[in-house]
């Protein structure tokens, strides 16, 4: 398995590819956004640990840039601070998952091996809830033939939903389906996003498909 890891601070660089070493993994640093982007187009990364906060562009900019270039690697990104702003905008430029600084070496691993098992963005199926479609390839959301807008995030919740028409979701099995490992704080990133989703979704087309189902979740409407 291969990493690249993407921080400015040297020392922590070093220690990081130093403990990602002794895991028997291959690492590999770019202390810059730019050289990470022409780095994870040239060799085949399973995994990116990517600081936000870098000289030049910044992680977002990069993230973002890298997932314009077509690159699908998963990306574990390091934010700063605990603030549900970052950890949006992260996963909205592309991000796969996300740990606030100072983070343990252990979890480090744990989230690196999820997201390497996880591979490349999955292609090619389009589904089709009503008259609500989504192609998983393209992320081409579509009602009634009209194309939606959505962030890379907003999909991967779509998607969740969309794979299980009718069915109640809890907060946890929306984490768990579109970030894949759970983490308990999250739990108000949903509810962030399923407010995005009825803007972009429901409201413009007069419909309400995502139903609160009280105390359990959600509930997107199979027959909507
Ligand atoms: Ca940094």
Redesign the pocket.
């Known amino acids: 398995m291969r990493v690249l890891i993407v921080?400015?601070?040297v020392k922590l660089a070093a220690l990081i590819r130093k403990a990602l070493r002794e895991q028997g993994l291959l690492a590999d640093v770019a202390v810059k956004g730019e050289d990470a982007v022409w780095m994870a187009s040239s060799t085949a990364y399973d995994v990116l640990v990517l600081?936000v906060?870098?000289p030049g562009i910044d992680g977002f900019e990069t993230c973002h840039r890298l997932r314009t270039d077509g690159v699908g690697t998963p990306i574990l990104m390091l934010t700063a601070r605990d603030a549900v702003d970052d950890r949006i905008r992260g996963l909205d430029t592309g991000a796969d998952d996300y740990m606030v600084k100072p983070f343990d070496f252990g979890e480090l691993f744990a989230r690196v091996r999820a997201l390497a098992r996880r591979g490349p963005a999955a292609r090619g199926t389009v589904l089709t809830v009503g008259d609500l479609s989504l192609d998983t390839a393209t992320h081409a959301v579509r009602r009634g033939g009209v194309e939606i807008s959505l962030s890379t995030k907003e999909v991967q919740i779509l998607e969740v939903f969309m794979r299980h028409p009718g069915q109640v979701l809890s907060r946890y099995d929306l984490l768990e389906g579109a970030w894949e490992i759970d983490y308990e704080n999250r739990s108000n990133v949903i509810d962030v996003y399923i407010r995005y989703l009825r803007e972009k979704i429901d409201r413009p087309f007069g419909v309400d498909t995502i139903e609160t189902v009280r105390g359990a979740g959600y509930r997107l409407r199979a027959g909507a």
Do not use: P
């Open positions: 921080e400015d601070e600081d906060n870098l």
